[in-house]
């Protein structure tokens, strides 16, 4: 151990706020929240500080620390991060508070406490930043099983009316990655004893990565075939993704955001940590298996995402695609894309987590999941609809927002490596803004209507949510009527009005809880090198580390070309 | 610089050297109407009173520091009239550096003036325009947005920094296209926009990835240093990166085959069809093909390709504009049609890409002149857009009627007004590409001119001459039309632009000022020369104008003016009337298979990916259910017969490993 335990604290602090949080369950609800959310905050800081403490030129393992943990079989609690792991703990440190600050009056199921789900969303944050702070592959594999407790339960005991089949489905699914993992582990590490000296085995990250190139090729592929499965589920990868949709849709808000905002990225940061450095000529034969299933999610998680009729799920399917973007800079090998990729996990931390956030506010108010029930929603409620578009524009990665770096460079890096898959992902960029708009045209302009907006209460029309003219003009662009300052106008702003009295626009804590999200797309899409300079030195020893020990017969990011 | 560019060396645009002086300043003219828009969509409501004056401000202050920095550059030699400014490390990565830079030169400068100089009359305008509308404020700060993004596209310098541009003046339109987002036709109008938008930008962004791999920048100096070496190397390459470019070109400028959003964004509000859709967004495609001059010079095919869409479209602009009621299509259809040869121009390469320029200028007087007086008459008719509901709207109000009528013989073509000057030597030069090509684009071009007068003589006899049919109507919303001339925040853009629309053409033509003026950056003029005499182009035009016109009166002139459609037309007027099958090509070829597509998919994930899993979990349920009754907990059930399979795949690893 050296200097201040950055990590370690990182782990204690939620983990103790679990803890107390968990067991105030007498205490007044407002007290429990302001204690999670203090505890959030410190941790937060504690990031910060973390990142200023970071060495961005040196991009290997720094703030390492290790005990001995099992001395039987060699085994070690270690921690240590790179630049890509630091990036990752502090997009977790900051949507942990942001996500508590947006469930403040989120309504639990009858019979379920505050202290309970604060608790639990702790406990989520603790074992998130020991997978992204654990520099042992045995304490990866640990954290990433204990990651499914706390959101089986979130899920379980808190989500929607399908929450016991959503709870279900992602711990099976989850099992059964954890559980071909735990078998690669135990492979890789009989394996380690071939190839390291007193043949003692190990599963120390730099030690493993110290004797990679010297695993035998059919070895790797079967070591690598169970942690990329894994991975894969996690991620997830189609045609792996079903779990998602019903664990993203049933979630309650604030853990939905975790959920495809971080608790996802371990699949593509496992692939980083684990598959490439440790397992580098498997990943060099099977990169073309990978990114073919990234390139279809691109396709297939975007038209999926266009067919929805329930919002929560649109927005599962949304990132079902971008992870295909996300895994296909990954295993381009270039260090354009593989930076891309690292920035784009943030950069889509960040859009989803505000459209999942805009999306729960819509539903909250709206009480129903229906793309169907809303409409018009931007006259009645501006700023929501305001941030819904900056959602919409971050997810379609626009210029001037973060995504914008992250899928420029993935595609850019792509294409100069594999230019046939860097042509068909970059269609897919089409897709998104189909699917984006579409869903904004959908809920958001348009007269107001739809049960969400109106109330059923309300007067006939509100009964006739499918039928799109309460207005004389006509669905299609030609009209000739343009009677922009004419009857309509006012009947519109009456309809309006009305629908503001059951339909709110965003409140000052709601605004307060966006704002910091909405600040850093915005600012990381115009000067993204505060984050980039912290990547861009892992990423390249990576690359190097990769490419030094690919077995020579095989082209680098070349393997998946010419199909 | 004339010495520096000899024949055989291919044209790389000049050397650029730092900015001194006001140019440093540059980063202002976007910067200014940027803070515009922030201010006013983060102050919301506080701001509604004077936002309006607030954007005005913006966008003249980026006017007046334009044509700062153009003087000082118009003072420098020839040869030391590009400079950049250089703004801060966008992407610092390994391999890949891309600062953020501004690069000012003599095509960037007229963009500058035009954007700033147009936007601020139309800014004016729209005060007036707007003045009832809630919400004007947003309106003023989309406004404010768009121009800080087009600044950025037109003066960015790697190709980066252009598509940002690029892609933020995508935005602006979305948002002002939709504008009355509570119209559905308004919000689907948009959507198309931004989606076939998307189509092109996907040919821009393919083309800049290119231009990494092959050159290994995205720098405007380093990708025209290089390209030579890369024509040397692989002329298909730079073939393939014209084509990718020109790609993106159609999506923003409503090039055939991405043409039929633009007929649809005139949903927009009047004065963002006379800036956006008229006279500077959609020309981004030409100042594109004009600032890839080096590229294109390389590529005869690319060249060619540009000028046949530019002929193609040109006459489906026309065709689409005959048939149309809606006064705003028509002029709409009239962009299309005068982009197609501005592209018909810029692809006949090196030494005529001025010309292109000259008639984007001109155009950009009085085609946004023609939109603000059609804005002007809606005003006064209660935002109605059937010109069969006008007639006799001259006496009603005159300086409407005057400065259109100006802008519409600029727009036919008439002798010594700003569009004779630009679209004439459009034709000779068409002509003098030679052979069959030549009589090919320069038939097209001259047939163009003809149509134009016809159509748009149909829409000046319409609206202005006849009886006056509204007399006898209402409007759709039940009120009784009384025609008024508009107030003077809208008659004085509409002046100004009737100024530019008699005498620019003749200004920038005079002397050739404006080629030589242009020279550093897309290279030397070389005045066309066609194989017959240009008086005799130039006469053959005036005919066909004179034609159009004549069949014009004789169609809508000599007889009174149907309120009813007739439907008893020929397959020309029914193909015309359905803008020239546009739509129906989108909706046959991607819309109706990709609903399709989507819908067997969604269809397919919920039954065969997640039935499959569903099913094996129910099968493995019942298995392990039957093996094992005792067995009560659910989650315990599963976990054992995975765990089963585990070690099964653990002893496999184990026996593959000590085999």
Known sequence: MNGFPYLLLLLVIPLVGAVVVGSMKGAPVRTVKLVALGISLLVLVLAAALWIAHTPSDGGLQHTMSVTWIAA????????????????????????????????????????SVAGYLGLLLSLEAAMIAVFAASDVFVFYVAFELMLIPMYFLIGAYGGPRRAYAAMKFFLYSFVGGLLMLASLIGLYVTSKDHLPGGTGSLDWETLKSIAHQIPESTQMWIFAGFAIAFAIKAPLVPFHTWLPDAGAEAPIGTGTLLVGVLDKVGTFGFLRICIPL?????????????????????????????????????????????????????????????????????HGLATGLLFLVVGMLTQRGGSRLISDYGGVWKVAPLLGGMFLIAALATVALPGTSSFIAEFLVLLGTFAALPGWGVAATVGIVIAAIYMLWIFQRTMTGPVRGVGVLGSDSDGESFLPSVPLPTTSGWSAGSVDHDGHGDTVTRTMTIAAEAR?????????????LTPLVVLIVFLGIYPRPVLDVIDPTVRSTISQFQGQATDDVTVGQTGGGK | MTDMLTATEPFSGSAAVAATGTSSLAALLIALPLLGAAVLLIGGRR??????????????????????????TVGRDAGARTSDVDLFSWVPIENFHLDLGLRLDPLSLTFVLLITGVGALIHIYSIGYMQHDAERRKFFAYLNLFVAAMLLLVLGNSFVALYAGWEGVGLASYLLIGFWSDRPSAATAAKKAFIMNRVGDVGLALAIFLMFKELGTTSFSGVFAGIGELADRSPATVTVMALLLLLGACGKSGQVPLQAWLPDAMEGPTPVSALIHAATMVTAGVYLIARC???????????????????????????????????????????VSQIGYMFLAVGLGAGVYALAILHLLTHGFFKAGLFLGAGSVMHGMNDDVDMRHYGG????????????????????????????????????????????????????????????????????????????????????????????????TMTFPMMVLAVGSVGAGAFLAGGERLANWLAPSVGEFHHPEPPIPAIAVTLITMAFIALGVLVAYLAVGR??????????????????????????????????????????????????????????????????????RTQTGFVRSYALSMLGGTLLVVAALILVRFA
């Open chain 1, 279 to 347: 397992l580098p000529a498997a990943s060099s034969k099977l990169a073309w298996l990978i990114i073919l299933l990234s390139v279809i999610g691109i396709f297939y998680g975007g038209l999926l995402a266009a067919g929805q009729t329930d919002l929560k799920r649109f927005v599962t399917y949304t990132s079902i695609a971008h992870f295909g973007f996300i895994a296909l800079g990954v295993f381009a090998f270039t260090t354009q894309a593989m930076t891309g990729a690292v920035f784009y996990m943030v950069a």
């Open chain 2, 47 to 72: 701001t509604d009173r004077t936002g309006h004056l607030l954007a005005i401000v913006m966008v003249v202050a980026s006017f007046v520091l334009g044509l700062l920095i153009f003087f000082e």
């Open chain 2, 393 to 488: 709207l001259a006496r009603k109000m005159p300086i409407t009627f005057v400065t259109f009528t100006l802008g519409y013989l600029a727009l036919i073509g008439f002798p010594f007004l700003s569009g004779f000057f630009s679209k004439d030597p459009i034709i000779e030069a068409a002509f003098s590409a030679g052979g069959t090509k030549g009589a090919l684009l320069g038939g097209a071009a001259l047939l163009g001119a003809g149509l134009t007068a016809f159509y748009m003589t149909r829409l000046m006899i319409m609206t202005f001459f006849g009886e006056p049919r509204w007399k006898q109507l209402t409007s759709a919303d039940g009120r009784e039309y009384h025609p008024h001339e508009s107030p003077s």
């Open chain 1, 73 to 112: 079989l060699g085994l070690k609690f270690s921690l240590g991060v790179d630049g890509i792991s630091l990036v990752m703990i502090a997009l977790i440190a900051l949507l942990v508070p942001i996500v508590i600050g947006a469930s403040w009056e989120e309504k639990l199921p009858e019979g379920r």
């Open chain 2, 293 to 335: 001059a080096p590229i294109y010079n390389l590529t005869e095919t690319g060249g060619l390709v540009v000028s046949i869409v530019g002929a193609v479209t040109l006459l489906v602009g026309c065709i689409g504009g005959c048939a149309k009621d809606d006064i705003k299509k028509v002029l709409a259809y009239s962009t």
């Open chain 1, 501 to 513: 009295k059951r339909f709110p626009d965003l409140n000052g804590r709601e605004i307060a809880v």
């Open chain 2, 559 to 628: 007889r009174p003016v149907e309120l009813a459609r007739r439907e008893d037309v020929s397959a020309v007027v029914r193909l015309a009337r359905a803008d020239v099958g546009g739509n129906a090509v989108n909706e046959t070829l991607f819309a109706r298979p990709g609903i399709w597509v989507t819908r067997t998919l969604v269809y397919l994930d919920a039954k065969a990916v997640d039935g499959a899993v569903n099913g094996l979990a129910a099968a493995l349920g019942g298995l392990s259910g039957r093996l094992r």
